[in-house]
């Protein structure tokens, strides 16, 4: 039931990664354009030029998506992984008690 949830989240997350990745892809032509257009008012206004490298550099949201889709990506398979490692743990567990109670049953009614 669990494994099944994280499954159906796939599609969810196949997704956000897909308009995360159009958003990524906008925002790096936004920056391309802007980068443009500043170096174009510096040409014209050489005054700017000192007033506008004083500012910090800001992250652009670009960066903060690819950050923000690592992450979620990063969780999605370590809770999918994790999930299916258990399974496999209980299915193995369950095999061996399985064949050990099978064996023991074979080797009691031999003795009989």
Do not use: C, W
Request: proline letters at 2%.
């Amino acid at each position: 039931s669990m494994y099944m949830k994280i499954i159906e989240k796939k599609t969810s997350i196949e997704h956000v990664n897909t308009l995360g990745g159009r958003f990524i892809r906008e925002a790096k032509i936004y920056d391309l354009r802007l980068s443009q257009y500043k170096a174009s008012l510096e040409d014209v206004h050489p005054s700017l030029d000192a007033s506008l490298s004083k500012r910090p550099r800001i992250q652009s949201g670009g960066d903060k998506v690819i950050q923000q889709l690592d992450k979620l990506n990063n969780q999605y398979q370590f809770i999918a992984d994790e999930t299916y490692d258990r399974i496999a743990k209980i299915y193995n567990r369950f095999q061996y008690e399985k064949n050990f109670t099978v064996s023991t049953a074979f080797h009691s009614d031999v003795g009989k």
